[in-house]
C-alpha cells in the first residue's frame, strides 16, 4: 500500500477511506484494514460498478457475488444425515429394471450392475449384466453368488469341490467399455435368430458381464446349482483417471490416463472429467492451482508404516454410485476416505486439502476481520458422542461393511450416564487402518469442545480459503487467540459483514499416529468354509524383506491348529499396465511351523520396486485349496537405505519462483532429490514439489520450482533412493519470492 494520498489513485483513495470511517465507528477503534491483492480489486469493482467485464462477458454484481461466494465441504459427522452412495452390499445382485440408472466405479469393487438381457432360450439361460458406464481397467474376481469360482481358458467355470458349477455348465465372459466394444459372438450365435441379441448389440462405452448358464440333468439341479439361477458379481477395477503429476498423461487423451486409487487423483476425476461427476473445466478449476493438487495427491500416496512393519498407502478411495444420485454425494464419500477438505474460489479453482495438517494451509484472521462471533465451549446433552465407531468396506468378508476397533471416552460415558455411541461411515474405505486412522482423526475433533461461527469481513477473505485459521485475536476472543481452528464451512453472507464460517478447534495432536497402539485389532472374518469344508486364513499382515538388492515377502497367519493343513502363499503385480493385474506366483510353504498362535509364510524372490496384491490358501491331505484369504497390498521396496545428504543447498527467490542448486551426495544408492518449501522454518509441514528430480552421485544439479508464495521462504533439499527412501533434509536457508 502506497504511504501518501496524492501518490494514489482517487479509486485507492475512496477505498480508504471507507475502511478507514468503517473501521473507527466500531467499539474496537483499530486501523484500517490490510486489504489482500488478489481479492480485493474483484470487490472493489464490485462496490463502484455494477457490472464487470471479463474478456468479451459482461457479469453483474449479483452473479459475481455469487460466483465468489464459497462453500468449503469437508467430511465427518456433519454428513450423518446427507443421502448415502449405495451400500457394499448392494453390489452383491444384479438390478432388474426397466430401465436402471447408469453405475460408475472408482478403485477396486465388487458389483452386479444392472440386468440388460435376461432371456432363457431351450435349455440356456442367457444373461448379460451392465457394471459400469464408462470404460474400466479389468475384472480381477468372479462370484456365482456368494461362492468365488474361477475360469478355465475357455472361460467356463472349474467345478468346485462338491460339484457346484461343474461339467462346464457355466460360461462366463466380460468387455470393458471400450468405444467401440465388440460384441459377446457366444450369445450373438445363439440369439441372432431370434433377434434377442445380434452383434449390433455391443455396448459401446459400457463395461459388461456375461453369463451362459446350460441346465443339468434333472437329478443333477441341485448338485450344481443349489441355491438355483446363478447370480453372477464380480471384482472389478474401476475407472482410468488423469495423474496430473505425470508428464506423460495427457488431459486431454483418456487414452494417456491410469488405474489408480489415490483419493486426490479420483478427486479430480470426479470434479472435471467424469461424465456423472460435476463436469468442471479442468483449466479453470485444477490448473491455476496445479501444485496444490499435486501435494494432496503426494501425501496421499505417502507410505503409512504398519505394526507390522509394512507400508500401506495414506489415503486410497473405493466406491460406485449411479446416477440416481447428485454428484455431491460421491463427492461427500471421497473426501471421507482422506478427511478433505474441498472449497471452489471465487475464479472457479478448486482449493483441496487432505488430512495432513501444514502451515502452508494455514491462514489468518485478526480482530479487525471479525464483526461478530458465536462460539460454543461445550456441547449439548443431544450432541454428546462419547465412543465412535469406523466402519468400512472389508473385501476380507467378500465387500461387506465392518467394524474397527472403537473409541472411546470412559469418564465422559460416566458423566452422561451411558454410552452414546456414533459411527463414522466410511463406505469407500477398503482398509481397515485407513479407516482407524480417519476414526482417530475424527475422534480427536469430536473431543475439541470450542466450536462455533465468525461473521467476517472482505478483509479476512484469505482466511475463507484455508482449512486451517491461525487466530490473532487478543481483543474480540482471546481465549482463541494464537490457536488454530478448523474451517468446517464457510458462505457469502453479506449482512454478517460478507462471510459466515462455522469452525472448530483444531487439535494439536491430530496427526499423530503410533501403530503398535493405535491400529487395533484386525477386523474379525466370519469363517465361511468353501466346498471342500476349509476356512480360508486370516492374513494378519505382510512385509517386504530387503536383501543384497532382491526383495522376498514375509506373511503372517493365524496358525488353524490343524496338521492336516499346509499353508501356501501367491502374489501378482498390481498393475502391468492399463490397470491390468498381472498373473499370481504361488509358493507352497509344507516347512511352516506354528510359533505362538501363527504361522510365518515365505516367497521367493519378487520383483523389486512394485505395488503387489499377497494372498494365502490352506491346501489338505487331498489337495484341496480353501478359499484365498483377502487381499493384501505391499510394495517390494528393494532398496530401504536412505542415501546420504547432499551438500551445498541453495536457495534463489524471484517472482513467484525460485532456483534451487545442490550437490548430489558420493552415494552410490542415490537417484535423485525432493525439494520442499515453506513460509516458516519447519520442515514437518512444508510443501513437497512433484515430480522429484532425478540425477546421478556426486554431481551438480539444480531446478526452478514455480508457484510459491510471496513473502520469507524457506526451502529444503532431501534426497532420494531408487525406491523413494528418503535422506536427511537439508536446509538452503530462507529466501525472498516476491
Known amino acids: ?137 479389468a475384472v480381477t474376481k468372479w462370484w456365482l453368488h456368494d461362492d468365488v469360482v474361477t475360469l478355465n481358458t475357455d472361460n467356463t467355470v472349474q467345478g468346485l469341490s462338491d460339484g457346484r458349477y461343474g461339467d462346464s455348465k457355466v460360461w462366463l465372459d466380460c468387455r470393458l467399455g471400450a468405444n467401440p466394444e465388440s460384441p459377446y459372438p457366444e450369445i450373438v450365435s445363439r440369439l441372432v435368430a431370434n433377434d434377442l441379441w445380434t452383434n449390433n448389440h455391443r455396448g459401446d462405452g459400457q463395461a459388461s458381464l456375461a453369463m451362459i448358464a446350460n441346465n443339468p440333468k434333472a437329478k443333477d439341479v441341485t448338485k450344481r446349482f443349489p441355491y438355483g439361477i446363478p447370480r453372477l458379481s464380480a471384482e472389478v477395477r474401476g475407472a482410468f483417471v488423469w495423474d496430473f503429476r505425470d508428464p506423460a498423461q495427457d488431459p486431454e ?46 501425501i496421499c500416496d505417502e507410505d503409512v508404516p504398519t505394526a507390522a512393519g509394512g507400508t500401506e498407502k495414506r489415503y486410497e478411495c473405493c466406491g460406485w454410485d449411479t446416477t440416481e444420485h447428485d454428484p455431491k454425494i460421491a463427492t461427500n464419500a471421497i473426501l471421507a476416505t482422506c478427511d478433505g477438505w474441498i472449497c471452489e474460489r471465487g475464479d472457479g479453482a478448486l482449493l483441496f486439502t487432505v488430512g495432513k495438517f501444514r502451515e502452508s494451509r494455514v491462514g489468518t484472521l485478526t480482530d479487525a476481520d471479525i464483526t461478530g462471533h458465536q462460539v460454543q465451549y461445550d456441547v449439548l446433552f443431544s450432541d454428546e458422542i462419547n465412543r465412535l465407531i469406523p466402519k468400512f468396506t472389508y473385501p476380507a468378508t467378500d465387500y461387506t461393511t465392518s467394524d474397527t476397533d472403537f473409541f472411546e471416552d470412559t469418564d465422559r460415558q460416566l458423566t452422561s450416564g451411558r454410552v452414546l455411541a456414533q459411527d463414522a461411515e466410511y463406505s469407500w474405505v477398503q482398509q481397515w487402518r485407513q479407516a482407524r486412522r480417519l476414526g482417530k482423526r475424527e475422534w480427536l475433533r469430536i473431543q475439541q469442545r470450542i466450536r462455533g461461527n465468525l461473521d467476517i469481513r472482505l478483509s479476512g477473505i484469505n482466511a475463507i480459503y484455508y482449512r486451517w485459521v491461525r487466530m490473532s485475536t487478543p481483543v474480540r476472543l482471546p481465549r482463541l487467540d494464537t490457536k488454530v481452528i478448523e474451517n468446517r464451512k464457510s458462505a457469502l453472507a453479506l449482512q454478517k459483514g460478507a ?233 538452503t536457508g530462507s529466501f525472498t519470492v516476491s
Open 499 to 731: 462471510f459466515n464460517m462455522q469452525f472448530i478447534q483444531h487439535p494439536d495432536e491430530i496427526d499423530a499416529w503410533a501403530p503398535a497402539t493405535d491400529e487395533g485389532q484386525v477386523p474379525p472374518v466370519p469363517p465361511v468354509p468353501n466346498a471342500a469344508n476349509l476356512n480360508a486364513p486370516t492374513l494378519v499382515s505382510v512385509v517386504a524383506i530387503a536383501s543384497n538388492g532382491s526383495v522376498y515377502l514375509r506373511a503372517t497367519i493365524v496358525d488353524p491348529d490343524d496338521d492336516n493343513l499346509t499353508p501356501t502363499i501367491r502374489y501378482r503385480i498390481a498393475d502391468i499396465g492399463s490397470g491390468t493385474p498381472g498373473g499370481w506366483a504361488e509358493k507352497i510353504n509344507s516347512d511352516a511351523s506354528p510359533s505362538g498362535g501363527f504361522i510365518t509364510l515365505v516367497t521367493d524372490v519378487v520383483p523389486s520396486d512394485q505395488n503387489l496384491e499377497v494372498e494365502t490358501a490352506f491346501i489338505n491331505g487331498k489337495g484341496t485349496y480353501s478359499e484365498w484369504s483377502a487381499t493384501e497390498d505391499v510394495v517390494s521396496t528393494s532398496d530401504p537405505t536412505p542415501p546420504g545428504p547432499v551438500t551445498g543447498a541453495t536457495a534463489t527467490g524471484g517472482v513467484g519462483q525460485a532456483t534451487f542448486n545442490w550437490t548430489a551426495p558420493n552415494s552410490a544408492n542415490y537417484a535423485g532429490a525432493r525439494l520442499y518449501w515453506n513460509t516458516s522454518n519447519a520442515f514437518a509441514t512444508a510443501t513437497a514439489v512433484s515430480p522429484p528430480e532425478y540425477g546421478a552421485p556426486s554431481t551438480p544439479d539444480s531446478r526452478i520450482v514455480t508457484g510459491i508464495s510471496a513473502g520469507t521462504i524457506y526451502g529444503w533439499v532431501v534426497s532420494l533412493n531408487r525406491s523413494g527412501v528418503e535422506g536427511t533434509p537439508v536446509a
Open 253 to 298: 487423451n483418456p487414452a494417456t490416463w491410469v488405474f489408480a486409487m489415490n483419493s486426490a487423483l479420483i478427486m479430480c476425476w470426479h470434479q472435471c472429467f467424469s461424465e456423472f461427476g460435476h463436469r468442471r473445466d479442468y483449466r479453470k478449476a485444477i490448473l491455476p492451482v496445479l501444485d496444490m493438487w499435486k501435494e494432496e495427491a503426494d
Open 1 to 137: 500500500m502506497k504511504s501518501r494520498y496524492e501518490d494514489m489513485s482517487s479509486h485507492d483513495i475512496q477505498r480508504i477511506v471507507v475502511a478507514h470511517d468503517l473501521m473507527t465507528s466500531t467499539s474496537l477503534k483499530t486501523m484500517p484494514v490490510h486489504f489482500d491483492p488478489i481479492f480485493t480489486p474483484i470487490f472493489a469493482a464490485i462496490g463502484f460498478t455494477g457490472s464487470i467485464t471479463i474478456g468479451t462477458a459482461t457479469i453483474s454484481t449479483a452473479s459475481l457475488l455469487s460466483a465468489i461466494a464459497t462453500t468449503a465441504v469437508v467430511t465427518g459427522l456433519q454428513l450423518l444425515l446427507t443421502p448415502k452412495p449405495p451400500t457394499p452390499d448392494d453390489g452383491k445382485a444384479p438390478l432388474t429394471q426397466a430401465i436402471p440408472y447408469r453405475i460408475w466405479i472408482v478403485g477396486r469393487c465388487r458389483v452386479a450392475g444392472a440386468y440388460m438381457l435376461w432371456e432363457a432360450v431351450g435349455s440356456r439361460l442367457f444373461a448379460v449384466q451392465a457394471i459400469a458406464g464408462h470404460r474400466i481397467a
